[in-house]
């Protein structure tokens, strides 16, 4: 009896010892995995406020001025600036060279606040085949200029007053450019590939709403012998 006794007592503990490991790893396994997933989830609380973020500006209650020109090569010359005042969504001119940016309406806040809205309250639309001016005019891609081939790009300036070389050259739509900061600076251009393309003239107009301060690299603005709409046979509405 004593030694079926000890057996039982042996095989109880082997029983006992064999299910103590996993249940031991699963204590401690499931305090890990929760942290895991409250890290984890941080992570993506700040990477969605950081995306949001992004994409919220200019909201509602922003108001920004950018400066923006016309620029091209043939002529070598600025367009005289839009004179339209149509403002339908807060995203608008004053017939100074500047882009006003206070969105009326959600829907042109954020991602959406784009130079289409801009163009179309001009009475404007750009791609990369033509720059459809307002009285039915065009600037077209393709020409020469200096023998090489004109393509229509935009130029961003993240800070106006910097100047120096572009933040960025965008060729393709061209209309889906964002407006992402105040004091931005934008040349609509039909120029060759990889020429240099000026700062917009209109950056004293920007400095007076801004009450910024001139930078390397800023030109004033040319206000003689600057082509208008009516030179390219453009009638004004």
Request: contains cysteine; charged residues 20%.
């Amino acid at each position: 009896m004593g030694k079926a006794s000890s057996a039982k007592k042996i095989a109880r503990a082997e029983r006992v010892g064999a299910t103590s490991g996993p249940s031991e790893r699963r204590s401690i396994g499931y305090p890990s995995a929760v942290a895991l997933v409250i890290v984890l989830g941080l992570s993506l609380v700040v990477f969605a406020r950081a995306t949001r973020d992004a994409e919220a500006s200019p909201t509602l209650q922003d108001h920004w001025h950018a400066a923006y020109g016309v620029w091209d090569c043939v002529s070598e010359s600025f367009l005289t600036p839009f004179q339209s005042e149509y403002d339908p969504e807060g995203i608008h001119s004053h017939q100074d060279g500047l882009i006003h940016i206070h969105p009326f309406t959600s829907s042109v806040t954020g991602k959406e606040a784009r130079m289409s809205v801009f163009l179309k309250a001009m009475g404007a639309s750009l791609s990369s085949e033509a720059f459809e001016l307002p009285g039915g005019s065009s600037i077209d891609a393709g020409v020469e200029c200096n023998g090489e081939e004109a393509v229509l790009q935009v130029a961003r300036w993240s800070d106006a007053f910097v100047g120096g070389e572009p933040t960025e050259v965008i060729l393709e739509d061209l209309e889906e450019v964002r407006f992402l900061n105040d004091r931005e600076a934008f040349t609509i251009a039909r120029a060759p590939l990889g020429s240099e393309i000026p700062l917009p003239n209109t950056i004293d107009n920007l400095e007076g709403v801004l009450g910024g301060r001139s930078g390397p690299g800023i030109a004033p603005p040319n206000t003689t012998n600057v082509p208008g709409p009516q030179d390219f046979g453009i009638e004004l509405e």
